[in-house]
């Protein structure tokens, strides 16, 4: 079986390790979390590699989430990478707004088995849309 690439794009730099951790340790054989703490370390990653799903934060300094989503959009190579956000926002706007335009949104704190769930969920969907 091969093994999903998952690029995590958070400032919160703890969060990345507990989630990069945790997805070592219990999976793996499925994926691989590729850590970028900016929006500007996101695009120097998706220039050497496209990953299989991008997890990305909302609220983060320079380059926001909603600005990486748009930027992803415009670029022909980027703009079928599904994305998940998984966000610190709680309001209903921010969410209606982000389940608009990313597969799945996710308020923090998460559960590494419940955010397990929800990426096998989205990437089965982006599979059979193949």
């Not at 945790?22 to 900016?38: D, G, Q």
Request: aromatic share 8%.
């Amino acid at each position: 079986m091969m093994v999903s690439n998952i690029l995590l794009v958070d400032d919160d730099k703890d969060q990345v390790s507990i989630i990069q951790k945790a997805f070592e340790k219990l999976y793996s054989e499925t994926y691989k979390i590729i850590p970028a703490y900016n929006g500007k370390e996101c695009f120097v990653i998706l220039n050497k590699l496209i990953p299989d799903l991008i997890i990305l934060d909302i609220m983060m300094p320079e380059i926001d989430g909603w600005a990486v989503v748009d930027k992803l959009r415009s670029e022909p190579h980027w703009e079928d990478i599904p994305i998940i956000f998984l966000t610190a926002r709680t309001d209903n706007i921010a969410e209606e707004a982000g389940l608009l335009i990313a597969r799945d949104y996710i308020k923090k704190p998460i559960d590494i088995y419940e955010l397990k769930i929800r990426i096998d969920r989205v990437l089965n969907e982006s599979d059979n849309t193949d």
